[in-house]
T-cell receptor, first 113, second 114 residues
């Protein structure tokens, strides 16, 4: 069974701090990695995606991928109370002839004002 | 910015009844998906659809489920005889290409089976 693992949290950080969210995956053939933000009762909203080892930055967000360790992370700099949400890690092995996203259970982030 | 739209936002149905959930994917997208999320649980893949046929389905997507693209814009999920355990948020998603391109999600339909 291919799995995506996340710490459910809550991860509590003060406003202005860096929040670090982590995800591991079991399918070594995974090719594409996505971070979605989900507010309570709402749909997943794409934040970042990464395909290659290393870092990818977009504004306050940085995604980091290490395929050898099967590890992907999301850093949120200058965290704001509006960042408080559940962050979902999702992976895809499209070269394995599948388009489906496999989601983790999500990490609840709470940014304290 | 283009978005995926879903209707209705909330559907309440008696057990055993048929429901149809509707989605309008982003207009230039070719790949369409349904996912569901039972309250408090992870988002689960149901089915993917490309070129007017199912390309992949999960174990959840049994004979009670079907999908259709009845015209050039709509994408529907039908549950023939609903069960209590079908109560969940159902999300439609679309992508421009397979795999490496991100899937964009609609706001979802909350399905409540009584």
């Amino acid at each position: 069974q291919k799995e995506v693992e996340q710490n459910s949290g809550p991860l509590s950080v003060p406003e202005g701090a860096i929040a670090s969210l982590n995800c591991t995956y079991s399918d070594r053939g995974s090719q594409s990695f996505f971070w979605y933000r989900q507010y309570s009762g709402k749909s997943p909203e794409l934040i970042m995606f990464i395909y290659s080892n290393g870092d990818k930055e977009d504004g306050r967000f940085t995604a980091q991928l290490n395929k050898a360790s099967q590890y992907v992370s999301l850093l949120i700099r200058d965290s704001q109370p509006s960042d408080s949400a559940t962050y979902l890690c999702a992976v895809n092995n499209w070269r394995g002839a599948t388009n489906k996203l496999i989601f983790g259970t999500g990490t609840l982030l709470a940014v304290q004002p | 910015e283009p978005e995926v739209t879903q209707t209705p936002s909330h559907q309440v149905t008696q057990m055993g009844q048929e429901v149809i959930l509707r989605c309008v994917p982003i207009s230039n997208h070719l790949y369409f998906y349904w996912y569901r999320q039972i309250l408090g649980q992870k988002v689960e893949f149901l089915v993917s659809f490309y070129n007017n046929e199912i390309s992949e389905k999960s174990e959840i997507f049994d004979d009670q489920f079907s999908v259709e693209r009845p015209d050039g814009s709509n994408f529907t999920l039908k549950i023939r005889s609903t069960k209590l355990e079908d109560s969940a948020m159902y999300f439609c998603a679309s992508s421009s290409r397979q795999g490496e391109q991100p899937q964009h999600f609609g706001d979802g339909t909350r399905l409540s089976i009584l």
